[in-house]
T-cell receptor, first 115, second 112 residues
Framework: EAEVAQSPRYKITEKSQAVAFWCDPI?????LYWYRQILGQGPELLVQ????????DSQLPKDRFSAERLKGVDSTLKIQPAELGDSAMYLC?????????????FGPGTRLTVL | GQNIDQPTEMTATEGAIVQINCTYQ??????LFWYQQHAGEAPTFLSY????GLEEKGRFSSFLSRSKGYSYLLLKELQMKDSASYLC?????????????FGKGTSLLVTP
């Protein structure tokens, strides 16, 4: 069964360091999402890609976060510099399209701890 | 998720039935999803409602009333493995397409 892959599963870093997360969506899925989930909260959308283009990054803290999906397949989310408040689970999801029948499939997530 | 409300925690007994409620406010409603999330894991899809009524899927059922902005997830014959967080998510239309907005989740504890 096709799955969304994410790497690493866990990351511990010190504040002010740079971190990067990788996501490989289900093959053929044009839409890719990065979510941040703080413990005890629901996922919050950070950025949404349609193929290689960003279609929504209104909630992405652009002073420190960046995301790219250069070839419209896999994607990287970067934080530089990391802050204590960035500790969270970072979830990647993909869907066939961004249209009506766009069930999102989630990857296992990357749990980030900033010390 | 500020327009989506669900209880923070619930406790129920193994073998019992539990109902998790969700209320929402949105101007571009296009469906309501329920996800299950075990601690430290990714959300997994449980159900989808876009029309009013009840959708049944094994031990899980989900109900939607669009006019009331209300949904519930019903879990029957509870098992210990059902202890998890249950996320209500509303799909809304925006300029960038359809987006999912999640509630904060309801943490369900099933006790023996």
């Amino acid at each position: 069964e096709a799955e969304v892959a994410q790497s690493p599963r866990y990351k511990i870093t010190e504040k002010s360091q740079a971190v990067a997360f990788w996501c490989d969506p289900i093959s053929g899925h044009a839409t890719l999402y990065w979510y941040r989930q703080i413990l005890g909260q629901g996922p919050e959308l950070l950025v949404q890609f349609q193929d290689e283009s960003v279609v929504d990054d209104s909630q992405l803290p652009k002073d420190r976060f960046s995301a790219e999906r250069l070839k419209g397949v896999d994607s990287t989310l970067k934080i530089q510099p990391a802050e204590l408040g960035d500790s969270a689970m970072y979830l990647c999801a993909s869907s066939l399209t961004s249209g009506r029948n766009n069930e999102q499939f989630f990857g296992p997530g990357t749990r980030l701890t900033v010390l | 998720g500020q327009n989506i409300d669900q209880p923070t925690e619930m406790t129920a007994t193994e073998g019992a039935i539990v109902q998790i409620n969700c209320t929402y406010q949105t101007s571009g409603f296009n469906g309501l999803f329920w996800y299950q999330q075990h601690a430290g894991e990714a959300p997994t899809f449980l159900s989808y409602n876009v029309l009013d009524g009840l959708e049944e899927k094994g031990r899980f059922s989900s109900f939607l009333s669009r006019s009331k902005g209300y949904s519930y997830l019903l879990l029957k014959e509870l098992q210990m493995k059902d202890s998890a967080s249950y996320l209500c998510a509303v799909r809304e239309w925006s300029n960038s397409g359809y987006a999912l907005n999640f509630g904060k989740g309801t943490s369900l504890l099933v006790t023996p």
